[in-house]
């Protein structure tokens, strides 16, 4: 599967972009969580795009609110409120509130297209 950009005069100049999870909402931080991501789109509170991520874990407070889709890999997510976790795969897709606390596990290289949206 390929995602592109159809506006590509708000896609990033240099493409792939090192991510820092620890400024990202990531704490208690497991295995090398090398990440990177890709902007393709920018608005008014938005942002659309690529990530992709070596195998790692962390605790996360979302900065945002993310609506995203699975193109490579998986991940295990847990809320911790509530105690639920689910694992997605290639084509699945979820809505994290922004606010939303989480255990996030990547155990092979992920990559997810995502749009995000922070209040």
Do not use: C
């Not at 605790?59 to 609110?65: C, G, H, L, S």
């Not at 694992?87 to 990559?111: A, H, L, N």
Request: avoid cysteine; glycine fraction near 10%; charge should be negative.
């Amino acid at each position: 599967m390929t995602v592109f950009s159809y506006i590509k005069d708000n896609r990033s100049e240099d493409g792939w972009m090192e991510f820092d999870p620890a400024q990202n909402g990531a704490r208690n931080i497991i295995g090398n969580f090398s990440a990177k991501s890709r902007i393709d789109f920018t608005g008014d509170n938005v942002v659309a795009g690529e990530y992709v991520q070596a195998p790692a874990s962390a605790i996360i407070t979302w900065p945002f609110t993310e609506h995203a889709f699975v193109l490579e890999g998986s991940v295990t997510i847990k809320d911790l409120e509530t105690g639920k976790s689910a694992t997605y795969g290639v084509g699945d897709g979820w809505i994290i509130k922004q606010g939303s606390e989480t255990e996030w596990t990547v155990t092979e290289t992920f990559r997810k297209a995502f749009f995000l949206h922070s209040a």
